[in-house]
């Protein structure tokens, strides 16, 4: 079965040649990644707007096209839990497109800057597609399976590594994804809250806090709102190491 174009969802040529360099579209033939992209809603948020929250029952898969994205899970007692932080190209909300009883979402995905942009595909649309270019379905599995093990270094970290530890591999990784060279070392627009930022981390504000103070402290950081300056990455590597 051939995916056909519907005449209302016309493709922006440029949104759509940066979408086929994701991992979900990389390794496929540009003709056949087209029969999908043309299939593809677009929506903007602002800063705080809600993409799909938990709970929800819809089967779409989300592609961010620009911003970031932060997934959080609420308690029964309204406490919030930051669960990761999504970039440009990266798939959202995907468990439950391929979970075969049909859950709810288990995350609320919430843009973190104004100008963020996702597009969407529908799960019957995506597996007709699946279906007639099988080849998607290996990359797909190798996306999950990186969620999967970055997952389980996580709870592996809450269980053996401190605060210390777990907030300078947290460091390390923003870095890695958001940073970019300045004359003073490495800097990092995290844009998050000194909550969030405690969250992501897997401790309390107090404790985070007092570890960030430390590492400045040392020299190997500077705090500057919510962004921070990392002078000695090396410093930082060995102390999530022990």
Not at 2 to 24: C, F, G, Q, S, Y
Not at 133 to 151: E, G, I, K, Y
Request: aromatic letters at 4%.
């Amino acid at each position: 079965m051939r995916v056909t174009a519907k005449p209302n969802a016309i493709p922006d040529e440029d949104e759509d040649n940066e979408l086929l360099h994701t991992a979900l579209f990389k390794q496929v033939p540009a003709e056949q990644s087209r029969e999908l992209l043309s299939h593809l809603r677009r929506r903007s948020c602002r800063r705080g707007g809600v993409i799909f929250r938990e709970g929800d029952k819809d089967h779409r898969m989300y592609l961010l096209e620009t911003g970031r994205v932060k997934l959080i899970r609420q308690s029964s007692d309204n406490r919030v839990q930051l669960l990761s932080i999504h970039a440009r190209g990266e798939v959202l909300g995907e468990i439950p497109v391929f979970d075969p009883s049909g859950g709810p979402r288990t995350a609320t995905a919430v843009a973190m800057s104004n100008g963020t942009r996702v597009a969407w595909l529908e799960h019957d649309v995506l597996f007709r597609w699946i279906n007639e270019h099988p080849r998607v379905a290996v990359d797909m599995l190798q996306v999950l399976a990186n969620r999967l093990r970055a997952n389980n270094e996580r709870i592996s970290d809450l269980v053996f590594m401190d605060v210390p530890g777990r907030l300078a591999k947290t460091l390390i990784n923003l870095g890695a994804r958001f940073g970019r060279p300045v004359e003073a070392g490495l800097l990092v627009p995290h844009d998050l809250t000194q909550e969030e930022m405690a969250q992501l981390v897997g401790s309390s504000r107090e404790t985070v806090n007092k570890a960030l103070m430390d590492f400045a402290n040392r020299g190997w950081i500077a705090r500057e709102g919510r962004s921070i300056i990392i002078y000695q990455p090396g410093m930082l590597i060995r102390r999530a190491r022990r």
